[in-house]
């Protein structure tokens, strides 16, 4: 699938994973905070603060600006009301991405394509939203509503994944059942096996 080919746009597909990513972050209470996550360099702490370390960045992006994954800033530590901040800053990411021109050109650092590089924070979106449930015994549903941001993903994973895989961003394919799911499908082609059990 080309990513530069879709009739839905990033600004759009990243307001549904985003939405998503808020019920997820919402459900999540201050004793899961400390628990496994499938990436195993995360806990809960570790990955939201990585997420949104990536929603703030990647909404720079969108507007051509500079970002900077150099540290990443202890957001939930910062004290109480980090589940609506979190919201706040995931709705300002699907609006920037939803601006005119946002998708048009090249930006980031490697001048890459602009709908790659949106195609790569709902990426991060979804499936870190995706890990975070796994991790507090949340449900993510792989269902209609998310066949579109499926359909980009499975695209750009597939045209990122030798990169990712050779730079450490994604571990080998994990395999699959024939019969699995698409989202089992995109998670398995990040290195994820969609069916383990999380270590507590």
């Not at 001048?111 to 195609?119: E, H, I, K, N, Q």
């Not at 939203?129 to 269902?143: F, N």
Request: some cysteine.
């Amino acid at each position: 699938m080309d990513v530069n080919k879709d009739t839905h746009g990033i600004g759009e597909l990243l307001d549904l994973a985003a939405a998503r990513a808020v019920r997820v972050v919402d459900a999540i209470t201050d004793t899961d905070l400390d628990r496994a996550t499938p990436c195993p360099e995360y806990d809960v702490k570790a990955l939201l603060n990585h997420l949104w370390h990536v929603v703030v960045e990647f909404r720079k992006l969108a507007a051509k600006g500079d970002s900077d994954f150099t540290k990443t800033p202890d957001r939930v530590g910062e004290g109480p009301g980090w589940r609506e901040r979190f919201a706040a800053e995931a709705r300002a990411l699907a609006a920037a991405w939803s601006r005119p021109g946002a998708e048009d050109g090249l930006t980031g650092a490697m001048d890459m394509p602009a709908r790659l590089v949106g195609s790569m924070a709902l990426l991060d979106l979804t499936i870190h939203a995706w890990d975070l449930a796994r991790a507090t015994g949340q449900d993510y549903p792989d269902d209609k509503e998310l066949a579109p941001v499926i359909a980009q993903l499975d695209g750009a994973v597939a045209e990122l994944g030798d990169t990712a895989r050779s730079m450490g961003m994604f571990a080998a394919a994990a395999e699959v059942p024939e019969d699995a799911s698409p989202l089992a499908r995109l998670l398995a082609a990040t290195g994820r096996d969609p069916y383990a059990e999380i270590p507590v």
